[in-house]
Each structure stands twice: as C-alpha cells, then as structure tokens.
T-cell receptor, first 115, second 113 residues
C-alpha cells in the first residue's frame, strides 16, 4: 500500500501571499489530520477531517483552513502568509481518528518558507 | 485536558549501550499513548502504542515501552543503541473519542560511535 503523500514537498512564498497544500491519505483511510511543526512550538494540531466534515480544529487563526474531498484527499490553505507561518506541515491519515487507538500515519511533510 | 512531558530534551548514548527516553503524561481519562520517531527531513513513524492491554509494549526496531499508571509514565527503552537510532522521538497522548494527538516537546537522541 502506498503511504501518505504530500505535495509539494517544498514551497517558498512571500508575506501576504496564500498557499495551498495537498495530502493524499492511505487508500481506505477516511480521516485526515494536519499538524504544524516549528522549532519553537513543536507539533501542533491544526484540524481533522472525516468523510468531508471537519470534526476538530486547533487553536489557529482563521487564515488557516482546510477541506476534504469525497476521495478523502485533503487540502489546507493559508491566506495572508506571515513570517511565523514558516514551518513543516504534516498530514496524517487514519481509518478513523475518533477511535481510541487509531494509528495515524504521517506523510513526509511540506516545508513552507515565508520570506 | 491532557498533556505530555518529555523529561529530557537531548539524550546522548554510545552505540551498543541502552537508551532510555522518559515521558510523563497527565490525563483525566485513560489515554492511548504512542511513541513516534522522526529522522531528519522525514515524517513521523510510529514506534509503538499502548491501548490499555499489556502494560509492556513492544515496538519496531527493538524498542519497547512500559505503561505505569501509578507514575503516569510511559518511558521508552532499547537495550542496545544503533547509529540509525539517531533521531527525534515524540511521546504522544490521545484520548478516546478525541480527534487529535497531543505531542510532547521531543527528545533528540545522539548516538556516539
């Protein structure tokens, strides 16, 4: 089975621009979660989708948004980029994140640099 | 609310010696606990998970962890470190019916030849 794929792997943007990141989960997985990883804040939860519905959202401003399509692929969008948005954005898929011990499988991440 | 504390930000060991990474958690309810590893410029890989079955959990690559409820700990060990174990390790907690993982700050492991 193919793993979680994320595109693009690297991205350079300037302040004020917007960006869209894509995640394709493992086949058969219906949950997709997004995390932001920075040296200062560590790994922080952004949001989780299941069957095209956002079930939970982390403590991030409204500039961060996402969606999930009927084939479980997900995108996240960041508008009006700020320097502090520079981070590694990780996508994780699972069969159903709501289950107690549902394992989440992570993609390689998208490294976003905001200049 | 739940939280995870990794007691060491950096651990350095010699190749062939034991590795111990310490993790304490706080949770109002019985959590699921995980250890993930992240090699440089890579995503996260699951090492092992605890889900209220056996308290001693065996994972991949010779790692194991012991759940101690009385101490609210979930320490990760490996009897003999290998150079390929050099990476960052994250202790993670998840509550039942919760939709997110809560990560510790991470422990960077350096392995000396």
């Amino acid at each position: 089975k193919a793993g979680v794929t994320q595109t693009p792997r690297y991205l350079i943007k300037t302040r004020g621009q917007q960006v869209t990141l894509s995640c394709s989960p493992i086949s058969g997985h219906r949950s997709v979660s997004w995390y932001q990883q920075t040296p200062g804040q560590g790994l922080q939860f952004l949001f989780e989708y299941f069957s095209e519905t956002q079930r939970n959202k982390g403590n991030f401003p409204g500039r961060f948004s996402g969606r999930q399509f009927s084939n479980s692929r997900s995108e996240m969008n960041v508008s009006t980029l700020e320097l502090g948005d520079s981070a590694l954005y990780l996508c994780a898929s699972s069969i159903n994140t709501g289950q107690a011990a549902s394992e989440q499988f992570f993609g390689p991440g998208t490294r976003l640099t905001v200049l | 609310a739940q939280s995870v504390t990794q007691l060491d930000s950096h651990v350095s060991v010699s190749e062939g010696t034991p590795v111990l990474l310490r993790c304490n958690y706080s949770s109002s309810y019985s959590p699921s606990l995980f250890w993930y590893v992240q090699h440089p410029n890579k995503g996260l890989q699951l090492l092992l998970k605890y889900t209220s079955a056996a308290t001693l959990v065996k994972g991949i690559n010779g790692f194991e962890a012991e759940f101690k409820k009385s101490e609210t700990s979930f320490h990760l060990t490996k009897p003999s470190a290998h150079m390929s174990d050099a990476a960052e390790y994250f202790c993670v907690v998840k509550l039942i019916n919760d939709y997110k993982l809560s990560f510790g700050a991470g422990t960077t492991v350096t392995v000396r030849a």
